[in-house]
């Protein structure tokens, strides 16, 4: 199986706040942001790619965009 090489920002997840994953959609590179929201006050969680071998098929490229996205939420407890 082919892994995707993936670049995270290096920041920690925010506490007790709302996540919120952003994503800027590919089939090759899929770049996503998160961030947290308390009340009236956003604050940077995260942000990095995701870039998967073009000699993958589409099919191929986008089931492990899935789990690389799955991987992501559970990583930042996703809320929204």
Known sequence: KDLPTIFWSGQGRAALADIILGVDPGSRVTGFGLVAVDRDRV??????????????????????????????????????
Do not use: F
């Open 43 to 80: 604050t940077h969680v995260d942000h990095g790619v995701i870039r998967l071998q073009e000699r993958l098929s589409l099919p191929e490229r986008l089931n492990i965009l899935a789990e690389e996205l799955h991987k992501i939420y559970a990583r930042h407890a996703v809320t929204c």
